[in-house]
């Protein structure tokens, strides 16, 4: 039996060249805290988180890295359940603060990631054949449009259009940031740009109230729109959801922000939502995240998880009949920790990815872009 011996996080850091933002958020640079756990008999692990704020989630990390200690690597529910059960807070049990729960389900599914890791490892199998896939291309889209300061507004358009000249079948604008009249345009241009035949999809990131986006939908459902992605303020729940559903023909994706199944599985069932993104290495993991899949493969629902097409492609490559896609991002300058932390990956190419046969994630992370990357907290 490998019993966990360490536990480690490392805060990397990497500027954009230009600011960007959605209709939510600005980011000057990206980040990701990259999570390695080690056994007693040498295996290292390494799983990723990518909420924020990493300093807080660094230290959580840290803490249950304590609480795991000397439990069996390859028992990763155990250890899933055992953390997830101190985010109950009783004192007499020592449970944690109810106000970081979000970076607390960050850490957990760092930790939960690198498990995994092990596993694949310790089997000498990548994560897909434990899953009992095949070692098929698994579909994925570009994302762009982000806002940039004294660009033109349909710039988006050029973007993306280079986006499906570099191979890319599927394609996804950032919208909601603009008025109303300036997203109708964008994405007008957009469609313009890569033709009739590639998918365009729009990431709204919340932007919108039901009556807003009762009449964004119906703007936009002239150019063939595949999906509206997170279209609804924070506080609109899966009924809110429910209601654009049954308003726009246009399907609905949500669920990366989401942090356990239970919610996932409200978004599914009561707020008709078509395309579930559930985010490993958002919040609570690779386990919690083939629990999502289970339900949205039993009720019909697409599974296309939230970035990291490196990781992701490994579920979604075991669920033949519902598994959809993951999401890339098309140019190199938007994530360059994506683009330098890898000596070796699963491959994007002409819109699929395409899966090796190197044991866990199947990935040879670059040290040296790591240690030069690394945050001072």
Known sequence: MSKIAAVKAYPIVAKLKNVQWTAQES???VDLLLVEVVTDDGIKGYGQVTSTPMPDIKKWVERFGEEVIGMDALARVAVWEKLLSMTSPRPNLGGLSRGARPQI???IGGIDMALWDIAGKKANLPIFRL?????KPVFTYATGGYYVKGTKITSCADELAGFVKNGFKAVKLKVGGATMVEEVERVKATRAAIGPDIKLKLDLNAAYDLPACYEFAKAVAPYDIFWLEEPLHWYLQPVDFGKLAAATAIPLAHGEREMTRFTARDYMTLGGVRYMMFDATRYAGFTESLRVAHMADQAGVMITPHHSPELHCHLVAAFPRTGYAVESHGSHDRDPIWQGMYLDRAEVKDSYVYMNE??????????????SHLAGY
């Open 27 to 29: 980011r000057a640079e």
């Open 105 to 107: 389900m960050g850490a």
């Open 131 to 135: 899953l009992g896939a095949e070692n």
């Open 358 to 371: 190197k044991p866990g994630w199947g990935i040879e992370l670059d040290w040296k872009f790591i240690n």
